[in-house]
């Protein structure tokens, strides 16, 4: 319920102006709450205890109240009973007795009770995750509360990020005969870790059938560890090792951020302490008999291993998976869910084929599944997609790229990221693989000293050859780039004290370095004598247009470099001219120094274009002549935007559907555009295009 986005209900708004009050509590209201909160948890006996805890966070100090509508058509509102700490809070109220000190939150405040009321009238009312924290130090029967709904420890991450407890993960209910199971309001513990760390309100009937393969939502998540009340209160500036000691939670202090608890780790997951033999199926009373039928409604389950070293005191145990082989539906559906957290919004809208051919299936086998929709109920993909949204997962629409497609579903538009089959889940390890697949082809300019300026400047002939370079592809060659060009420039103004006295910015020219940017031939054609001195910024440019190039081309990610040559990177053509039918015919070559083979290339401009293509190995009379082993492709039509958001990998260049998914990554920079006499000009797009 305060979880994320609902942030806002916690008295703030979007503006972080105070919508919400905290009220303090009369005495005579803080009576009435320790009398209902004594009947919640002992109505026939109260442990002394018990009493004297309840004492002491209801009655002795102060209590404030906060008031939050819900949001929606709802009439109902949650009102949250705060506990100050001890240093905002005041002395006890004059006729309290005096603190017994089993309150063991002295240095933060703490959420302590929560009640759900519509006209003034209590409908549900249950403790915190806080005040659970130090019951189960008090109540012997919460060893294995009877106040609680068992769940796998893989599980409580779902709850944590914000999601409610849904029946096919729940593995026991309350005790049927216990008060608060008619009372609806239970606590939510993990197998093996008897502190709750989530309270709501049960949906399920007494009879209803819980855990794998059902559906459906089992407990409403009203407060949990991980959500905005925790945050408020447990924030890393207030969080404290020291102080009271949780026993029940392995002997971690209370204020340690955790509850008091080694298994709950940072609001993102919960461990168990210790192993659960003992406690997988419920009885009413501790040291009866557990009854047959029983048996059969807990299984053992699978969590990841603790980080001991963080969560010293508790011991954390290895359990085995015991599940069933999920159903063909079932592999579909986790496959399509996984799938849909994977994308990005970038990638919306794609065509419905494409998600499940590119996506779907990928993800089923990343998990070691494989779809067969013929063993499914829906035959086929798309009656599961229809199904989808109607159950509101799934948002679909028509292909408005191709007018022949007359599809109203042909598209997957995007999905709500709050429906419950998919929150909780994050991206697997296929999405990241996926998006690190998707790599490009990064030209970096590089650049050579000349040999007789070594000597010239006296430079350190290891820095020349570049000797110390990031990438081991480089080392030796003397390929160096702008920032190492620079260095080296700086070293040698610095050894030859060549900054200005007075201003900084200025470099003297002493004779080395004039003949180094002024050539001796080059300075007997100047009509005045070079400058004494020089900006920085200036120098350097001037200094690096003596330089010889050379370029690498570095795939992305990873920084690998594919290519590394002297002289300037070479030129993929794309030439455009009209016929004398005043038809266009545009013409590409030279996408071989890039690692593109000519006839792969025109196929697939051929497919995805919808135009006619053909290879010629020898250039047509007039065109220049072309390298042996190079062919140049000659397309039906003016295509040239096409054609260069296809060979970038950069779909945003055109609007043809076509360009979409390309697997060509050649840099833009090497694309050079020719446009012949009578085409016409191309649009701009934030800058001059090029054209002969």
Known sequence: MFHKENSALLGFNKNKKKTAVDVPLKKSVRKQLYQRALAYFQPDHTPEPLESLLKEVFLQGNLSSRSIALEGDSKETMVLYIKPSAAS???????????????????????????????????????????WSMLVNLIPSTTTPKYAVQVPPAVSKYVCRGAHLMKAGMRSLPNQNDSTRRR?????????????FAVGKLLTADDETIGYQTKGVGVEIWNAYGDDLWRQCATPSNIFTGGAMNAIGGGAPFQNGDYGNAGFVKGEFVYPLHSNEDEDDISDDEGEEKEEGDENDTETTAHDSANEEAHKGATVVEETVVEEDPSPDDVLHRAVCQALVNLSNKDFPMLVTTFYSRHVLPTAEEKGKTIDLKETTYKKFGAYMKEQVRRELLLVGPDKTNKKNTDPGAMLVGYHKKHEDVVGLSKSELAFAATSAKSKLVLVNLYRIPSQLVPLLKLDPEDVAASNATSEERRGTGMLTSPEVKKILEAYIAKEDLIHPVRKDLIQLNGPLTDAIFPPKQQKQMDEPPPATMKRKELMQHFMDRLQPAYALVQMPGSSIRLLQKGTPPKVEIEVSMRQSRKFVTRVRGMEDYGIDGHVLCKDVSKRLACSGSVEAEASNGRPALKKGR?????????????????????????HGGVKDSDYAIPLSVLEIILRKNVPARKKRGGKQKGK
């Open 631 to 655: 062919v140049e492709l000659v397309f039906q039509g003016n295509i040239v935007d096409e054609l260069e958001a296809l060979l970038t990998g950069d779909d945003s260049l055109s609007s």
């Open 184 to 196: 609806r309001m239970v606590a939510v513990v993990v197998q093996g870790n008897p502190q709750p």
């Open 89 to 131: 809070s005041s002395s006890s109220a004059e006729g309290d007795e005096t603190s017994t000190r089993l309150y063991p939150y002295q240095q933060t405040q703490q959420f302590v009770w929560m009640a759900l009321e519509e006209k003034n009238q209590i409908q549900d009312e249950c403790p915190t995750v806080a005040l």
